[in-house]
């Protein structure tokens, strides 16, 4: 069993930032890739971004160049700095595996991010 924990979500205004982390109960040591997840109620859950034990990311086109993922192994958190945000980054946040996997069952509750005027 894991516990994913995500934090740091927030209200802000367009153009602001934010810093999400999520710590995970387990070490992330050997996971191959951790990645940041979001969703709109009513919309499937997508991938924003993910972050490989070698430190090469990926980060989906709306993102690129505004985010920008991050992992600490001997802290087991994976961070998201988001910059510039934008109305349609409004979402719930979470974290999790890349592909999930067996860890699928374990979503956490995730972190709410509203960016508006």
């Known amino acids: 069993q894991v516990q994913l924990v995500e934090s740091g979500g927030g209200l802000v205004q367009p153009g602001g930032s934010l810093r999400l982390s999520c710590v995970v109960s387990?070490?992330?040591?050997?996971?191959?890739?951790m990645g940041w997840y979001r969703q709109v109620p009513g919309k499937q859950r997508e991938l924003v971004a993910f972050?490989?034990?070698?430190?090469?990311?990926y980060h989906a086109d709306s993102v690129k160049g505004r985010f920008t993922i991050l992992r600490d192994n001997a802290k087991n958190t994976v961070y998201l700095q988001m910059n510039g945000l934008k109305p349609e980054d409004t979402a719930i946040y979470y974290c999790?595996?890349?592909?999930?996997?067996?860890?699928?069952?374990?979503w956490g509750q995730g972190t709410q991010v509203t960016v508006t005027v």
């Open positions: 999790n595996k890349v592909p999930s996997g067996d860890w699928a069952p374990y």
């Open positions: 972050i490989d034990n070698g430190g090469t990311t």
């Open positions: 387990r070490s992330i040591f050997s996971v191959a890739a």
